[in-house]
């Protein structure tokens, strides 16, 4: 699988949690502790909000610990909210166009998970994607495309209940098919004011997800960054979370019920 991060909060720079913590998201590439596999070698990605409303987007192929230009751009980039994603990957080719965090617009994304049958449902979640978004779908992932799907149901105007759509409907095509898993998801993603996460599984193999509340603002990540575990707190299975860095609000996420409603 793979590993993230998000920061929301005071400007930090991106190194103190992409290079510098104990277990920092380039020792998660290496050795990751939580989580389907250790080793999360298959390309990288930064996306940051600086002064305008789009973010940044820096993403390589690279394993992200010898990427040098990771290490410059961690180092002298202080950001507010920033998120960072290193990948293992499940189905698609190693490229840059398939690297996360995918973006459209002042949305950003990054997904740790899979749908099960993917390759063989790729024509059809292609389908599912707007046409207004279409222009944006560069790689071959069902991450990006369920981001995309996301936003044509209305992210900005509801960016839980949109993902939450969006993966019960990309859920369903694994259960008609009969592909297992039908899907495992843990996401972040966030429009430069606030970051939204949640946890979700079919099955019992949910892929992992943690916050921690501090003085200057809070992390969300795959795994807790250091080895002392006090603070950090796991999200449950089946919840979402929204925070702008100083408060956090804790909702269900249900993507197969969202369907049944719809």
């Excluded at 020792?27 to 999360?40: C, D, E």
């Excluded at 993403?59 to 751009?73: F, G």
């Excluded at 207004?132 to 936003?151: K, P």
């Excluded at 993603?189 to 019992?204: H, I, L, N, P, T």
């Amino acid at each position: 699988m793979c590993r993230f991060l998000a920061w929301i909060g005071d400007p930090r720079f991106i190194d103190e949690f992409v290079l510098n913590a104990g277990q920092s998201l380039v020792t998660q590439s290496r050795s990751a502790l939580i989580g389907k596999t250790s080793l999360n070698a298959d390309g990288f990605g930064l996306a940051w909000y600086g002064d305008r409303d789009l973010p940044c987007v820096y993403k390589d192929v690279h394993p992200a610990w010898s990427d040098e230009n990771l290490k410059q751009i961690a180092s002298h980039i202080k950001a507010r909210l920033f998120l960072a994603h290193v990948r293992a990957s499940t189905s698609t080719a190693i490229s840059r166009n398939n690297c996360h965090p995918f973006s459209k617009g002042r949305w950003s994304f990054m997904h740790n998970g899979q749908l099960g049958g993917h390759l063989k449902l790729r024509q059809k979640l292609d389908v599912m994607i707007p046409v207004e978004c279409y222009d944006q779908r560069y790689g071959a992932t069902d991450s990006e495309a369920i981001f995309l799907i996301a936003v044509g149901l209305g992210l900005d105007r509801s960016p839980i209940s949109a993902m939450e759509q969006a993966v019960g409907k990309v859920e369903m095509l694994a259960r008609e098919a009969g592909h297992t898993p039908h899907m495992r998801f843990s996401a972040c993603w966030s429009d430069g004011e606030k970051v939204y996460a949640a946890r979700y599984a079919s099955d019992r193999f949910v892929p992992s997800l943690f916050y921690r509340l501090q003085e200057d603002g809070i992390v969300v990540c795959s795994e807790p960054l250091d080895e002392d575990e006090s603070g950090w707190i796991e999200i449950s299975p089946g919840t979402a979370i929204t925070t702008d860095g100083r408060t956090l609000e804790k909702v269900e996420f249900r993507p197969q019920a969202c369907v049944v409603n719809t």
